[in-house]
């Protein structure tokens, strides 16, 4: 999101959930509480099946290029997450890493300092977007990176004193990834870059970064509403050995087992929007551990607020448009104006 996005955004304050759970608590407040969390499936087994994508055969030139393309396009086709590995930021990652955790430990009172300002996202705090909702299991650091004009230094953390200059590092080590995999995304749909882009010299990009603190009763909390990204690729990081996050496959919740040093690359719902339904924005959720944390780093790349969003001419065919034309700002209002529920937005731009 932009800073006119997230500045303008219904977020209304909340306990902060870490400190929360730093207590002893015998019982779990009620607007945490998820009963639904009981009634859903959990597939265990398909975790092994989620596609792995190697970056490095996907060099021009390497005896596996068509092959590793091929398991690309597949992999946003069939299942819309895949794991990237051999992706050339580990040595970033590792670092970005260690000031998350030395964040996350600060007093509340230091973490305050970058909290956010009533009716917006940007800062530390959490996505509430009606006074009487459940609320999720999680607090997050959520900042604005690129393009370099939309960051608000005021929630750059300042404690650790390597975070800012590892933080940069990071927002543009995982933005060139990011522009390096759309370019072959582009490839594989037959489409120029820069259409999927919307006509933009760079695609832009926020981070957030989430904090899940261990819960006593973690059947009956959820850590992430389930949802699907607004994003055209969102790329997450895991901070933590903790795993929990889980995508919706065949109806049921297959748990994503991160491999060492690998990126969970999603595609988004302006992706599927985009590709006129030839790559899916698949909906996830996360889940929250009894006795350890889990962080998680999600940087989210899209278009301007004012990018018209819409299938490409290209990907019509035969069948014509399979969802409607939007302003990403307005896609964002739709998303941002309510309780979060699954894909009901992305579900409501189809043409029926």
């Known amino acids: 999101m932009e800073v006119a996005?997230?500045?303008?955004?219904?977020?209304?304050p909340v306990p902060n959930v870490q400190e929360l759970a730093s207590k002893t608590l015998k019982d779990i407040p009620n607007r945490y509480i998820r009963p639904e969390i009981h009634a859903d499936v959990v597939s265990v087994n398909e975790s092994s099946q989620i596609p792995v994508i190697d970056m490095s055969k996907l060099a021009a030139g390497n005896a596996e290029y068509q092959t590793e393309m091929s398991r690309l396009h597949q992999a946003c086709k069939e299942w819309g997450y895949f794991q990237l590995i051999n992706h050339g930021a580990t040595a970033t990652i590792e670092?970005?890493?260690?000031?998350?955790?030395?964040?996350?430990k600060l007093p509340l009172e230091e973490k305050m300092?970058?909290?956010?300002?009533?009716?917006?996202?940007?800062?530390?705090?959490?996505?509430?977007?009606?006074?009487?909702?459940?609320?999720?299991?999680?607090?997050?650091?959520f900042l604005c990176t690129i393009p370099e004009s939309s960051r608000n230094m005021?929630?750059?953390?300042?404690?650790?004193?390597?975070?800012?200059?590892?933080?940069?590092?990071?927002?543009?080590?995982?933005?060139?990834?990011?522009?390096?995999?759309?370019e072959l995304m582009a490839k594989n749909?037959?489409?120029?870059?820069?259409?999927?882009?919307?006509?933009?010299?760079?695609?832009?990009?926020?981070?957030r970064t989430t904090y899940y603190?261990?819960?006593?009763?973690?059947?009956?909390?959820?850590?992430?509403?389930?949802?699907?990204?607004?994003?055209?690729?969102?790329?997450?990081?895991?901070?933590?050995?903790?795993?929990g996050l889980q995508i919706r496959k065949n109806g049921k919740w297959v748990p994503v087992r991160f491999l060492p040093g690998a990126i969970v690359v999603n595609t988004g719902d302006l992706m599927e929007i985009m590709s006129n339904g030839e790559y899916e924005s698949i909906e996830h959720r996360a889940v929250v551990n009894s006795q350890k944390e889990r962080i998680s780093i999600a940087a989210l790349h899209r278009p301007a607020d004012e990018a018209i969003i819409g299938p490409l001419p290209a990907l019509?065919?035969?069948?014509?448009?399979?969802?409607?034309?939007?302003?990403?700002?307005?896609?964002?209002?739709?998303f941002f104006g309510g309780k979060i529920n699954g894909r009901q937005i992305i579900e409501s731009m189809k043409i029926e």
Request: glycine residues 4%; aromatic residues 10%; negative net charge.
């Open 113 to 141: 300092v970058y909290a956010q300002i009533p009716g917006s996202l940007e800062g530390y705090g959490q996505v509430v977007a009606e006074e009487d909702q459940q609320l999720d299991w999680n607090d997050m650091l």
């Open 189 to 207: 749909l037959g489409v120029e870059f820069r259409e999927l882009a919307c006509m933009q010299d760079e695609i832009e990009q926020t981070v």
């Open 5 to 12: 996005s997230v500045n303008n955004a219904k977020n209304f």
């Open 213 to 243: 603190p261990p819960c006593p009763h973690p059947d009956k909390v959820i850590g992430g509403t389930p949802h699907s990204d607004v994003t055209l690729l969102t790329l997450l990081v895991q901070a933590s050995e903790v795993d």
């Open 316 to 334: 019509l065919k035969e069948n014509g448009a399979k969802y409607k034309t939007i302003k990403y700002a307005d896609y964002l209002q739709k």
């Open 154 to 182: 005021r929630y750059w953390p300042k404690n650790p004193p390597s975070f800012r200059s590892n933080f940069e590092e990071y927002t543009l080590e995982l933005h060139r990834i990011c522009t390096s995999v759309c």
């Open 95 to 104: 670092k970005m890493k260690v000031d998350i955790h030395e964040f996350f």
